[in-house]
């Protein structure tokens, strides 16, 4: 088979360098930094290597060129897919401020209730002393006046004790 191979490869025809072929070059190629003795020395050809070249390259270019579109194509959409998910959490963020937002009404109109409450209390309240203070202010009258009636009780009878105790008579 590799005889077949040898008589296709004249320079009228470009066949495709098989794995045997790469093979081959790359076993007689010199390793570096190891001392090659002048034996082992192999002349290649620069048309052989250029065709092997131009195989190795028409055999891969076109998948290699193709991962490269395919993959140019993903990191577009890539950066699509980023600028929606970065709308999207945009948008989150929003929903949550509006969340934060309502419950802060929530509280305002608990507080505000509180507030009314408290306002209500405080008039009812103020009501109330206002009743006890008026009912403090009869009592203290009607305290006055029964002490008043009292001391005028007394003088009355005070008087009458002086009216009623025994004159000594004048003697004329």
């Known amino acids: ?6 008589e296709d490869d004249s320079p009228q025809t470009q066949r495709e360098p098989s794995c ?3 093979q081959q070059i790359s076993q007689d190629l010199p390793v570096p930094n190891e001392p090659v003795p002048m034996e082992e020395v192999v002349i290649i050809d620069k048309k052989a290597v250029e065709k092997l070249t131009e195989g190795l390259l028409s055999h891969y270019l076109p998948d290699l060129q193709n991962s490269k579109l395919a993959l140019q194509e993903l990191t577009q959409n890539q950066v699509v897919l980023l ?7 945009t948008k989150f963020r929003e929903c949550n401020s509006l ?3 309502n419950s802060l009404f929530t509280e305002a109109k608990v507080y505000h209730t509180k507030l009314v409450t408290i306002r209500k209390e405080m008039l009812m309240l103020h009501e109330k002393t206002t ?3 008026r009912r403090a202010l009869k009592l203290q009258q009607q305290k006055q006046k029964e002490a008043l009636e009292k001391e005028q009780q007394r003088e009355r009878e005070l008087e009458r004790e002086r009216q009623l105790v025994a004159k000594p008579a004048r003697r004329t």
């Not at 088979?1 to 040898?6: K, L, V, Y």
């Open 1 to 6: 088979m590799e005889e077949e191979a040898r």
């Open 20 to 22: 045997n072929d790469l």
């Open 131 to 133: 009743k006890l203070k």
């Open 99 to 101: 969340l934060d937002l």
């Open 83 to 89: 600028d929606t998910l970065d709308q999207e959490v």
